[in-house]
């Protein structure tokens, strides 16, 4: 009995202790406060929890303050006073239990954030220009590092979801998946000022910039009243999907009656015996943008003869496709397939083949980017017992050009519905005291350049009055060079995207890193991130921390015309020059609105400009291309952006 009655003592004795613990559970902090941390320097600092006690102290080690709150509905919040940079320090939260954060400093923190450009880490699939030495070198223990996850929501949330359990102290272990654009900024501005830095890295590769912003502040502008109308319920999402596909089926329908290789609705190009021997021919597997179609968007087709041994066994072929392609075998349709990260992988039946010679033919649809037939070594077909390489030679024609299409419809869904990430990757931050803004996005709103000039500036004060800093620097990332060079003078919507860009620096307490010198024609993810951060390092330095420091290459100020002449102005002119032998990059134009290749030469500090085949000129153009190669810059070393004197409607402002 006694037993028995000592053994229920225990048990009730380990249940309150149980109890009681739950009852005491430690203050809890949001993901961005924990050890390692970075705290703006000179600051009121918001500092917040949640605890189920009646109140809580919180005490800074730097000053040995101590300031104290009582918890409302488990919450509660401080003002931290920081003093000029240093550390390392600590806070002890008491709510009843002691928490403890160690090893913090006070410095300068800055958000970076964008799309694939800034999230490139120096390792991984980024493998940044000596990465691995870079790794190496990576022991900087006063710069620290928060990554945030990739989130979306329909809604702001309160809290960040982070990666490695919150801050981390800058080294080779901790550096490698981190922003190279981000470190590098601040590894310049930490050997410059010796100032603690702290990033706070929120980016995501393929994202738009409205899905970067609030949608109080995306309702102002009314662009995007369907698609935010669409995230407050299932049954407006349901109308929006409903729309969309009705609008789809009607646009396929537009794009088959354009095709030049479909005949009521029947691909006459495909068939077994169609004359192709006017076709030009292209190596497969490959992009059409690097064969002669620089910057084409529409619909090609491909056809191939082949020659099998046997035809009593299925074939199997796979390859991908950039965007969306459908297969035939002598005529028979094989199959399709949507996207243009999705491996295709066709069954080819022996009834549709013959022994000796057939002909496959592929229609690829590319909405943007690079398009056409690609994979990761050949193409090739297999049966049990033949195995063909179906790579080389094929010829091509043009199906359809986009510019001759109506513009396909656009579903936003996941992480580019507006507003969605700025609700979970942004929203949560707002009251973490930062220094500024470091930005590099605009790759995906390229196609919608021209709605981009109101798009960044709303941005930019979105977040200044959401951070409530009207005056938060704010420095970006302009487009870098890409794409297949053109022979002549034309149409760049990615070149009026950086005209977007250099419009915004209107914008008080902003700066631009131009970059069309340090691109890759033929990656769209450059490897260089050291210059791209090193320049707006400089931008940093100059107008935040009172560096004398060149920031910028040459800026368009002014134009004027005399006779045959163009004479361009610019800001940032100080020893304007050529970065090797005579000027290049220069396109004129007279009323005709035709732009030709121009002389250019410096005179006083100016560009002249003039050719022989416009007379009468009213335009300028410089590096007015996807993949430019001009080459004016001035004392600095930097690069001269990219500009236009005329307002002509360019090819995005045409679209919707």
Not at 195 to 203: A, F, K, V, W
Not at 212 to 232: Q, R
Not at 296 to 316: A, M, P, Q, V, Y
Not at 500 to 512: D, I, R
């Amino acid at each position: 009995m006694k037993r028995h009655f000592f053994k229920k003592t225990i048990l009730v004795v380990l249940l309150l202790i149980l109890s009681s613990n739950v009852v005491k559970a430690a203050v809890t902090l949001p993901s961005f406060f924990t050890d390692n941390m970075v705290l703006q320097q000179k600051s009121a600092v918001p500092f917040w929890g949640e605890s189920n006690k009646q109140s809580i102290s919180v005490t800074t080690s730097w000053d040995k303050k101590t300031y104290k709150a009582n918890v409302v509905n488990g919450k509660w919040n401080v003002i931290l006073k920081t003093p000029v940079y240093g550390g390392p320090y600590s806070i002890a939260i008491n709510d009843g239990d002691l928490k403890t954060l160690q090893n913090i400093l006070i410095g300068e923190v800055w958000l970076c954030s964008g799309q694939s450009n800034m999230e490139m880490p120096l390792e991984g699939w980024g493998k940044i220009d000596n990465y691995k030495e870079e790794i190496a070198n990576a022991d900087y223990p006063q710069i620290r590092l928060l990554q945030a996850e990739h989130i979306e929501s329909t809604l702001p949330l309160n809290t960040l979801k982070v990666q490695h359990e919150g801050w981390n102290v800058c080294s080779p272990k901790t550096i490698a998946d981190f922003s190279a654009t981000a470190y590098f900024f601040a590894r310049k501005i930490y050997k410059e000022k010796k100032i603690p830095i702290g990033l706070i890295h929120s980016s995501w590769g393929g994202t738009l910039i409205e899905v970067w912003t609030s949608s109080g502040a995306l309702s102002t502008i009314h662009d995007f009243d369907t698609e935010i109308e669409a995230m407050k319920s299932e049954t407006n999402r349901e109308a929006l999907q409903q729309k969309y596909n009705a609008d789809l089926a009607v646009w396929e329908k537009q794009v088959a009656n354009a095709d030049k290789g479909m005949q009521q609705e029947k691909a006459i190009w495909a068939t077994e015996n169609f004359d192709d021997s006017s076709w030009k021919t292209m190596k497969l597997p490959s992009f059409f943008d690097s064969n002669g179609l620089a910057n084409f968007d529409g619909i090609i087709w491909f056809r191939k003869k082949f020659t099998i041994s046997e035809n009593n066994k299925d074939f199997n072929l796979s390859y991908y496709a950039d965007d969306d392609d459908i297969l035939w075998i002598n005529g028979n349709y094989v199959g399709e397939t949507k996207g243009y990260n999705v491996e295709r992988h066709y069954t080819i039946p022996a009834k549709f083949l013959k022994k000796g010679e057939n002909t496959i033919t592929i229609r690829v649809f590319d909405g943007a980017g690079n398009g056409g037939v690609y994979a990761d070594e050949k193409i090739t077909l297999k049966s049990e017992n033949e195995t063909l390489s179906l790579a080389g030679d094929w010829k091509y024609n043009i199906g359809a050009d986009s510019k001759d299409l109506p513009a396909k419809p656009y579903l936003a869904q996941g992480q580019n519905r507006p507003s969605a990430i700025y609700n979970a990757m942004i929203a949560p931050l707002l009251d973490y005291k930062i220094k500024g803004v470091i930005w590099y996005q605009g790759e995906s709103n390229a196609e919608r350049a021209f709605q981009y000039q109101k798009l960044l500036p709303l941005l930019i004060n979105d977040w200044r009055e959401k951070f409530k800093d009207k005056n938060l620097p704010f420095f970006y990332v302009q487009l870098a060079n890409y794409k297949q060079q053109k022979q002549q003078p034309g149409d760049s919507d990615w070149a009026e995207l950086r005209e977007a860009q250099f419009m915004a620096l209107k914008l008080p307490n902003t700066g631009m890193a131009v970059t069309t010198d340090i691109g890759n024609g033929e990656d769209i993810h450059p490897k260089n991130k050291q210059d791209v951060g090193a320049r707006l390092a400089n931008i940093a330095l100059a107008k935040v921390y009172n560096t004398k420091i060149e920031y910028s290459g040459p800026l368009y100020k002014s134009y004027s015309v005399k006779a045959n002449v163009i004479t361009v102005d610019f800001d940032f002119n100080e020893n304007i020059k050529a970065k090797d032998n005579s000027l290049k990059g220069f396109s004129i134009a007279g009323a005709d609105q035709k732009f030709h290749w121009a002389e250019a030469k410096i005179v006083n500090g100016k560009v002249e400009v003039y050719a022989q085949e416009v007379p009468n000129p009213v335009s300028v153009r410089y590096n007015w291309a996807d993949n430019p190669n001009g080459n004016l810059m001035n004392a600095s070393g930097l690069p001269a952006s990219s500009f236009r004197t005329d307002n002509w409607a360019g090819i995005t402002q045409k679209k919707k």
